[in-house]
């Protein structure tokens, strides 16, 4: 089955010791008292009370990032789901969290254009390999439950992003939005130039392992006086 949104898509403009204990205290107070927004419940079709607690895991960007090499490219991929960045670190999950709240309105305006109740967002990088990488952005494709998507909006986060080309260690950063059915909980592949991602049925068992610590993590935070 093929998804079938608008062919006229286009690309948004790019926007021109102890002392680390208690600031990851503070982070993860912070992260507790911003858990309750509806942003992500609008983003995963989940209410936030089925979400995992903020700020109680563990978990680093690459644990959770799906990889693609090609040619002089190679591409990262992250999930914006906040049933998965909820497991990352404090640091990592409020890095991401404001990133959210940045695009939250411009989100919801496409959103409303295109009539998806909850887009699926990723935030997608391009790393040069070589001298003069060329990119397309459009070509990026995911496949989830048999259904082929292509991003109904790409909003760039470099100033990169527009030349879609790039030097030897360059970086093009985005956020990708497709449309909704993308089961991120499952297994699911993203596509680009033939190449295709690999090891999210792993990535899936370290999330399900992380979930059940930060639900522990978390029961027994509440148990301390």
């Known amino acids: 089955m093929t998804s079938d949104r608008p062919p006229n898509r286009r690309t948004a403009e790019p926007p021109t010791g102890g002392g680390r204990a208690l600031r990851v205290l503070a982070i993860t107070v912070a992260l507790v008292a911003v858990g309750s ?4 419940q609008d983003t995963t079709g989940v209410a936030t009370q089925d ?35 909820r497991l990352l670190s ?4 409020a890095s991401l969290h404001r990133l959210h709240e940045s695009k939250a309105d411009q989100v ?22 070589q001298e003069r990488a060329r990119f397309n952005p459009e070509i990026l494709t995911i496949t989830s439950q048999n259904r082929f998507f292509r991003p109904v909006e790409i909003l760039p ?8 080309q790039l030097n030897q260690r360059e970086t093009a950063t985005a956020i990708y939005m497709f449309e909704d059915g993308i089961q991120v909980l499952d297994p699911f592949t993203v596509s680009y130039e033939g190449g295709s991602s690999q090891g999210w049925e792993q990535t ?3 999330l399900d392992r992380e979930r059940a610590s930060v639900q522990a993590r978390a029961a027994a935070a509440r148990k301390k006086p």
């Open 157 to 164: 986060l470099s100033p990169l992003w527009s030349g879609q």
């Open 51 to 85: 979400l995992p607690p903020a700020g109680f895991g563990t978990l680093h960007q690459e644990d959770i990032a799906l990889r693609i090499q090609t040619g002089p490219l190679q591409i990262r991929i992250v999930p914006l789901d906040e049933r998965i960045t």
């Open 37 to 40: 927004r509806g942003w992500a």
């Open 108 to 129: 919801q305006q496409l959103a409303e254009r295109y009539g998806i109740r909850s887009p699926t967002l990723f935030l997608v990088t391009f790393f040069g390999l």
């Open 204 to 206: 899936i068992r370290t």
């Open 90 to 93: 404090p640091d990592t999950y």
